[in-house]
């Protein structure tokens, strides 16, 4: 399995982003699926999940800045990131969801550099 995360980049804070995932097979089509982020010297943590159904959750500080969605027809998962700080420096991930943890092992992820 495969998953590719792209998109990122050097954004000036309150810029817009939109990341995309590409799977191998069906894997996105078929699966729940996750974006998370890892800052520089810290832990990574969930961004936003989106169900096989479409249903949403996202993490506290992203909720109204981000939006998770899917196009199973393509395989891809999006994260639309709206109105991004500093803070949300980081290398983002995609990975399948499974009982609300990450299932495969990571890939390399996209940098995302918001300059204040």
């Known amino acids: 399995v495969q998953l590719q995360a792209s998109g990122g980049g050097l954004v000036q804070a309150g810029g817009s982003l939109r990341l995309s995932c590409a799977g191998s097979?069906?894997?996105?089509?078929?699966?729940?699926m996750g974006w998370y982020r890892q800052a520089p010297g810290k832990q990574r943590e969930l961004v936003a999940t989106?169900?096989?159904?479409?249903?949403?959750n996202y993490a506290g500080s992203m909720k109204g800045r981000f939006t998770i969605s899917r196009d199973n027809a393509k395989n891809t998962v999006y994260l639309q990131m709206n109105s991004l700080k500093p803070e949300d420096t980081a290398v983002y991930y995609c990975?399948?969801?499974?009982?609300?943890?990450?299932?495969?092992?990571w890939g390399q992820g996209t940098l995302v550099t918001v300059s204040s």
């Open positions: 990975n399948v969801v499974v009982s609300n943890r990450a299932f495969f092992p």
């Open positions: 097979g069906r894997v996105v089509s078929g699966s729940s």
């Open positions: 989106i169900g096989t159904s479409g249903s949403t």
